[in-house]
């Protein structure tokens, strides 16, 4: 079974970074899109950016020039680096997963989630 863990939340001031990471165990990376989403309170879950199983990476337009999704292969781990933070990033952190060879930015089309980690940015 896929199992993904993600950490590295936290409380930040604006202007701040947070690095995520999250570890992946339980599939076979050829084949699957990673991806960071995030929801804050009363809104709906959003693709912050994803990566392809060839590593070609796509954002959306809000976090684009401030935050960077990566890969380590070896060690089965996703990252997003997150810096020049503003408190409209504020919000619940997902990793998840999904069969196919582009990393899109619906929810609705990954398989596999993590639990969330929160980050808080003032």
């Known amino acids: 079974q896929v199992q993904l863990v993600e950490s590295g939340g936290g409380s930040v001031q604006a202007g701040g970074s947070l690095r995520l990471s999250c570890i992946a165990s339980?599939?076979?990376?050829?084949?699957?899109?990673m991806g960071w989403f995030r929801q804050a309170p009363g809104k709906e879950r959003e693709g912050v950016a994803g990566?392809?199983?060839?590593?070609?990476?796509r954002y959306t337009n809000s976090v684009k020039g401030r935050f960077t999704i990566s890969r380590d292969s070896a060690k089965n781990t996703l990252y997003l680096q997150m810096d020049s933070l503003l408190p409209e990033d504020t919000a619940m952190y997902y990793c998840?997963?999904?069969?196919?060879?582009?990393?899109?930015?619906?929810?609705?089309?990954?398989?596999?989630w993590g639990q969330g980690t929160q980050v808080t940015v003032s």
């Open positions: 998840a997963v999904k069969k196919g060879i582009i990393a899109t930015m619906w929810p609705q089309e990954y398989k596999y």
């Open positions: 339980g599939y076979t990376h050829s084949g699957h899109c």
């Open positions: 990566i392809d199983p060839d590593g070609m990476t």
